[in-house]
């Protein structure tokens, strides 16, 4: 790994030569190049994204009223949106119309 001489910054690979911000530009040997700025590390194979439908929904429900649609059934889930020595948040959506809202306790 090269800094450049005129401002300190680490020297990035571009092709053949490698390139500071400031505008320096240094010319590098293919062996160089190879033995410095050659990462080789696994591959992770490529992710699938699984799509659910409104009916696949795998978070708990709990009874409610809807403030939109009037639906009675509504998913649930809580999160930490404060600091840790205060209550999580909780939200809500609706297993009819999709409208989510939080509570505070």
Not at 20 to 29: A, P, R
Not at 43 to 48: A, F, I, L, S, V
């Amino acid at each position: 790994m090269k800094f450049c001489p005129k401002c300190g910054s680490m020297l990035l690979p571009s092709g053949e030569e490698i390139k500071c911000k400031c505008g320096y530009v240094e010319d590098l040997s293919k062996e160089d190049r190879e033995a410095e700025y050659k990462f080789e590390a696994e591959r992770n194979e490529q992710q699938k994204v699984i799509v659910t439908s409104k009916e696949d929904v795998v978070l708990p429900t709990t009874k409610i009223t809807c403030y939109k649609c009037g639906g009675t059934v509504g998913y649930w889930w809580t999160l930490q949106t404060r600091s840790a020595d205060e209550a999580p948040t909780y939200f809500i959506r609706c297993a009819n119309c999709g409208n989510t809202w939080r509570q505070s306790n």
